[in-house]
Nanobody, 126 residues
Framework: QVQLVESGGGQVQPGGSLRLSCTAP????????IGWFRRAPGQESEVVSC????????NYADSVKGRFTISRDASNNYVYLQMNELKVEDTAVYFC???????????????????WGKGTQVTVSS
């Protein structure tokens, strides 16, 4: 079992920024590939970004490319998702997820993630 805890959600106006944080209380976030996926009402879940454990390769969905940045702070045991130029359509619950089987690259496929946290709400509205 991998426990993950997200924080940093909130409400912001279009064009604004938020930074989401993810930590694993019982292990190092450097040991496992981490992704962020979101779930909006009435829509399928979408993996928006990920970072691999062994190579720190990153991957982004087209919908967020150029606006979102994923990073890892190993010393403080966090993975961050910096979200800039937020749009109304970015509104969703965002989950941090772990993919233990993928070390050298991470995928934008939800099926590759075995564990996730409880999520944090991001609302973009004016």
């Amino acid at each position: 079992q991998v426990q993950l805890v997200e924080s940093g959600g909130g409400q912001v106006q279009p064009g604004g920024s938020l930074r989401l944080s993810c930590t694993a209380p019982d292990m190092s976030v450097s040991e496992i590939s981490i992704g962020w996926f979101r779930r909006a009402p009435g829509q399928e879940s979408e993996v928006v970004s990920c970072i691999s454990s062994a190579t720190s390769r990153t991957n982004y969905a087209d919908s967020v490319k150029g606006r979102f940045t994923i990073s890892r702070d190993a010393s403080n045991n966090y993975v961050y998702l910096q979200m800039n130029e937020l749009k109304v359509e970015d509104t969703a619950v965002y989950f941090c997820a772990a993919a233990p089987s993928y070390r050298f690259a991470c995928l934008l496929s939800l099926g590759t993630y075995d564990y996730w946290g409880k999520g944090t709400q991001v609302t973009v509205s004016s």
